[in-house]
């Protein structure tokens, strides 16, 4: 954690929906003119899309049928937690790109699936903003959610994500229904074991649950629209958060316990911004003071 030079994290799954709230905190940084140092998680994959597929022949072949990009060895995530510690010591850091398509990649004269070369952080940044999948990863010696200074949980339930994922998956990458379940199951050790564990040690997290029924997602036609929706926001800490002033601007909310508020789909980008808005510009305060 650093007071000069925050770092924001938001961690989930694929398919959570973590890019709708890095949206919104875009929309924070862009209205409080912030200039945020943007980092994807993808580009901390230890494997491009060959090269990880070949990986995961390799891991079969010996065995390992879970082997995936939810576990540490598919990962640099000791240089992931250097960028944090470099970042917050003097605002500088090595990244690069992960080109997920070939609009991407072709700026770059490269492939899809491959990363860009490492570059050093340049121009003076307010702040970094990471959106992955390890925002809050722990353990083998390495603390990456020690490193965080504000880390959001994006977790809808289980039923949900899959459907989101299944639709995402299919539609837009054109992946079999086959294919992305075994993809479901394949990772399913590591979401338990990598995954779960993260949203302890978020300071707010964001879980969607929708109010029709989702009992078998693989049969789901349609992902459940925000107003089919209700999120639940926990706060690790609940000190210092208005409460009262939540529920009176966000209309059909609720709280369900000291630390959870509970508002209609349709409101959580509101919410992201009523919310986060003053812990951004908390960071931002401090840093100025220091």
Not at 19 to 41: D, P, Y
Not at 70 to 95: I, W
Not at 178 to 199: G, K
Not at 242 to 254: A, E, P, V
Request: glycine share 8%; hydrophobic share 40%.
């Amino acid at each position: 954690m650093s007071v000069k030079h925050p770092i924001i994290a938001i961690t989930g799954s694929s398919g959570a929906g973590t890019s709708t709230v890095m949206q919104s905190f875009q929309h924070i940084f862009r209205r409080e003119k912030l200039n945020a140092q943007i980092v994807e998680g993808d580009s901390f994959h230890r494997y491009d899309r060959l090269a990880m597929r070949a990986e995961m022949k390799a891991q079969e072949a010996a065995g390992n049928l879970n082997f995936s990009h939810f576990g540490p060895d598919a990962n640099l995530l000791a240089e992931l937690e250097q960028l944090f510690v470099d970042y917050g010591r003097a605002g500088s850091g090595r990244v690069r790109k992960y080109l997920h398509d070939a609009g991407e990649a072709e700026p770059w004269g490269q492939e899809p699936g491959t990363f860009t070369p490492w570059q050093e952080i340049s121009g003076d940044t307010d702040l970094m903003f990471y959106e992955g999948l390890h925002g809050a990863w722990a353990g083998d010696g390495i603390d990456i959610a020690a490193q965080v200074d504000l880390c959001v949980g994006v977790v809808p339930i289980i039923n949900l994500e899959w459907i989101q994922k299944l639709h995402r998956d299919q539609k837009l990458r054109g992946y079999s229904q086959e294919a992305v379940t075994d993809t479901i199951l394949r990772r399913m050790p590591d979401y338990v074991s990598h995954l779960c564990p993260q949203f302890s040690r978020t300071h707010v997290n964001f879980q969607r649950v929708p109010i029709v029924d989702t009992s078998n997602p693989f049969i789901a036609r349609d992902i459940p629209s925000a107003d089919e929706s209700m999120v639940v926001i926990r706060f690790a800490n609940p000190k210092g958060i208005d409460f009262q002033y939540l529920l009176n601007i966000l209309h059909g909310s609720m709280l369900t316990r000291p630390n959870t508020l509970v508002v209609p789909g349709g409101k959580m980008g509101l919410a992201m911004q009523m919310i986060f808005t003053p812990m951004v510009l908390r960071l931002m305060d401090l840093k100025r003071r220091a």
